[in-house]
Each structure stands twice: as structure tokens, then as C-alpha cells.
């Protein structure tokens, strides 16, 4: 079965330096998959703190995580430096797409490419908010 090759660094908007921690690895050898999906929280919220689009403490909205998945391509492993790309795939009223790849600091080729789709909500009645002017502006930089 063949399958659609992983974006290149080239389809990512922004990119977010990640150090490896010698207990992201498991076992076999290599990063745990479920500290991928760290990585792509890490450098989405990140950048949305960075820009001045979260307050993560007394911002009126959060952003709630409704789907998620990753595809993996090669193994990382501590003590690998590693860069995580991200994008914007889909802006809707109140959600948000966020594509994300996971590269080795060296390599054009992504090691996994994941997704996770946010919905904003109002952080006291948790029901979905539009999103405001100045996040649609800020968020159009990493549309691709």
C-alpha cells in the first residue's frame, strides 16, 4: 500500500526549535509517540503566546482539542535536536486546522506529520466562540 509522501519544511509557516529529553525515549529506542503530540502542542501554543494571540491565564477564550492524528515516516531519539513546523490548513468560523511537522534539525525530510484541530470556546461556558479579527489576522501568516 502506498501512501502520500510527508510535507517537506517548505509547506511549514513557522518553525519552533525542540530539544529532546532522554525521556522521550521508550524501550525500542526512539521518541515515544505520544510525545509528538507534546511537540505540536508545544509549538502551536507557543507561537499563539508568542504573537500575542493566547493568554493562557486570563485570555476570554481557549482552545479546546476535538481531533488529532500523526503519521510517522523515521525515528527520532535523544539526544536529537528537532524543529517543528507549523501551518494553518483550515480556519473556520470558530476552529482552527493546525498542521505540524516534525523535522531533525538537519533534515528537509519531516519525521512525522501530524494535525489537530482546535475549537475556541468561551473559557466560562466552554461553548464555541467566533474567532476574532485579530486572531484571523494573526493566523492568516501560517495559512498554507
Known amino acids: 500500500m502506498s501512501r502520500e509522501p510527508l510535507r517537506p519544511r517548505s509547506a511549514y509557516a513557522a518553525f519552533r526549535p525542540i530539544?529532546?529529553?532522554?525521556?522521550?525515549n521508550d524501550v525500542y529506542g526512539h521518541v515515544n509517540n505520544v510525545v509528538y503530540y507534546s511537540w505540536f502542542d508545544t509549538a502551536v501554543n507557543a507561537w499563539l503566546i508568542e504573537t500575542g494571540l493566547l493568554d493562557i491565564g486570563k485570555g476570554e477564550m481557549?482552545?479546546?482539542?476535538?481531533?488529532?492524528?500523526?503519521?510517522?515516516?523515521?525515528?527520532?531519539?535523544?539526544?536529537q535536536q528537532i524543529e517543528a513546523g507549523i501551518r494553518v490548513a483550515r480556519l473556520g468560523t470558530s476552529s482552527v486546522r493546525y498542521e505540524v511537522g516534525i523535522f531533525a534539525a538537519?533534515?528537509?525530510?519531516?519525521?512525522?506529520?501530524g494535525f489537530f484541530v482546535h475549537v475556541y470556546v468561551d473559557r466560562t461556558t466552554r461553548r464555541p466562540v467566533p474567532l476574532p479579527d485579530m486572531w484571523r489576522a494573526g493566523l492568516g501568516q501560517l495559512h498554507r
Open 62 to 79: 481557549v482552545g479546546l482539542v476535538v481531533e488529532t492524528g500523526c503519521r510517522y515516516a523515521a525515528s527520532l531519539a535523544f539526544p
Open 106 to 113: 538537519d533534515s528537509d525530510a519531516a519525521a512525522a506529520e
Open 19 to 24: 530539544a529532546t529529553r532522554w525521556s522521550d
